[in-house]
């Protein structure tokens, strides 16, 4: 089956617009206090936020128009720039003291979030190449677990756990997705259970953050301070918000309140009903992507796609449970909206990517008619709860009556990627 092209996801690219706008906002809000005590000018980083959310947006428009095909023969070269620029931070941050940026012509770049990228696109190739073959776990599933295991290794060491255990959870999403065994996925989550926790109280740092969640009303533990001024956010804000500016956290009281905890500020300022209404424009990006990744035109499409939603939606998830203290205190930011440059270029690069692929997408239900039984019962019904059952004893009549022709996954015909 020939694909055709048609016009790109407009709602998702709507949802993220509107994130990227509030993200100026906001971080205006919460910042220009401390940009005028840094740096004389109150509006220091909103100029800053402002080009980068340009930047983003041509970044997410150029690669909306690239085929995301285009990217399978490049993944293992992106793990090597990635692994490379890991090496370099770490490398640097013994002699300087600071191991998780590069500055590279006055701009500076987070090598975890290449690698974040770099791991997705590595991940939905290997996917793809491998099929069933995933279930194999010596051949299948233990290769990528190798060098996601050496790529949030280097993370660590920065030391970045947040980060690693992060990317390591979404590789684990798409491995799950991609079909590995449930019994392997049981062996590996009780193995990285415990190595996380130790990893965690192997820090005096990431220690005393941990102690500080669990007793958050110790008043000994410094580590409380930030989430107790979070949790005044948010009771500041109540159901409707003091106000966009009007917030008196973000005077000196809230660490990092544009960046790791701009959600509080959002609390303060917007109350509930905007703290809320975040999370529904995620949740509505979260629906969007899901339809984009089961109507994918190849398996390549649908993990990368996957991949993309679990690292987007995560972080954000993420952010806000920091934020409530339901999470020990991280450095994760809020996609879109945190203040930031590399996360929010490498974000609008995977939604440009994403779109791209929604550009490609063929109709539900003849991804259904086309896709192979197997795959139709398992990641649509099943994993989407798409309601089709009915149409499965089609599928396989047809497929008996087509048995010398390449299986088709997700409505296209792997004979026709030429």
Known sequence: MKIEKHTMDKPLLLVVLTLLTLGIVMVYSASNVIAEQKFGSSSHFLVNQIARAMLGFIVLAIAAKY????????TMKMV??????????????????????????????????LAKMALVFYIA??????????KDFQNGLLPPLMIAGFVCFMIVLQPNFSTAMVLMMIVFAMLFVGGMEMKHFGMLMAGAIPLGIGLMLSSAHSRARVMAFLNPSDESLSATYQIKQSLISFAN????????????????FLPEPFTDFIYSIIGEELGFLGAFAVLALFMIFLFRAIKIARTSPDMYGFYLAVGIIVSIVMYALVNAAVATGLFP????????????????????????????????TVPKELALRETSPEFAMKNFTENFNVEDRQELPDVLKKQEENKSRRGSIVGMDLSDLK
């Open 125 to 134: 190739g290997y996917l793809d190449g491998k099929g069933d073959r995933i």
């Open 237 to 252: 804000g109540g159901l409707a918000g003091v106000g966009v500016g009007q917030g008196k956290q973000k005077f000196l």
């Open 67 to 74: 085929d995301y095909h285009l990217y399978k023969k490049h």
């Open 329 to 360: 205190t991280t450095g994760l930011p809020m996609p879109f909206i945190s203040y930031g440059g590399t996360s929010t270029l490498f974000t609008c690069f995977a939604v440009g990517v994403l779109l791209n692929i929604s550009a490609q």
């Open 80 to 113: 090597l720039v990635a692994v490379i620029l890991l090496i370099i931070v770490l490398a640097l941050g013994k002699l300087k003291g600071a191991a998780r940026w590069l500055q590279i012509g006055g701009f500076g770049i987070q090598p975890s979030e």
